[in-house]
């Protein structure tokens, strides 16, 4: 079955290092996002890509980039992990055409 | 971006139906209105959409009132499981990108 898998699910890592989260999606989906959300609030968007190549800032893109090298996959780096960025992150795909969303399991990272 | 307002919480008996009501006064003609909803600390998961139509599958029935402006989202037969945190959504062709208000938490009551 097509699935959208996110790596790791759980990090702790310092203050200053750089830290990347992965996205991986098989169901060869044009539309990906990346979001975080934190304790009692709703999924605010970071960064998001309508396929290879194509990448966009969303609503909390500081200090936070992505590449789109191929359909699968959509990293998120955090260049220079700062405590305001401990956080549930999650990503999901959909296809382009306005069919519903999928999304993984979420990564909680903890920057100390 | 089209955006929704949602009463910040509900309760509702189990084996009720929940009625989740949705405003998004500002929606153009092509886009959708999408429904998602997140379970404790799990990823959104999809429930159902619709453009004008009422629409209905396994999990929920969707009502969009004609003029567009409002939806309500019902669950005809509650149970504990449907206790969530509930997302109105409105997108369209050309700007696909999903951005999440903060949603109605549902809570169910045995």
């Known amino acids: 079955d097509a699935e959208i898998t996110q790596s790791p699910r759980h990090k702790i890592t310092e203050t200053g290092r750089q830290v990347t989260l992965a996205c991986h999606q098989t169901w060869n989906h044009n539309n990906m996002f990346w979001y975080r959300q934190d304790l009692g609030h709703g999924l605010r968007l970071i960064h998001y890509s309508y396929g290879v190549q194509d990448t966009n800032k969303g609503e909390v893109s500081d200090g936070y980039s992505v590449s789109r090298s191929n359909t699968e996959d959509l990293p998120l780096t955090l260049e220079s992990a700062a405590s305001s960025q401990t956080s549930v992150y999650f990503c999901?795909?959909?296809?382009?055409?306005?069919?519903?969303?999928?999304f993984g399991q979420g990564t909680r990272l903890t920057v100390v | 971006d089209a955006k929704t307002t949602q009463p910040p919480s509900m309760d509702c008996a189990e084996g009720r139906a929940a009625n989740l009501p949705c405003n998004h006064s500002?929606?153009?003609?092509?886009?959708?209105v999408y429904w998602y909803r997140q379970i404790h600390s799990q990823g959104p998961q999809y429930i159902i959409h619709g453009l004008k139509n009422n629409e209905t599958n396994e999990m929920a029935s969707l009502i969009i009132t004609e003029d567009r402006k409002s939806s309500t989202l019902i669950l005809p037969h509650a149970t504990l499981r449907d206790t969530a945190v509930y997302y109105c959504i409105v997108y369209g062709f050309g700007n696909e990108k999903l951005t999440f208000g903060t949603g109605t938490r549902l809570t169910i009551i045995p």
């Open positions: 999901a795909s959909s296809e382009t055409g306005m069919t519903e969303a999928f």
């Open positions: 500002t929606i153009s003609g092509n886009e959708y």
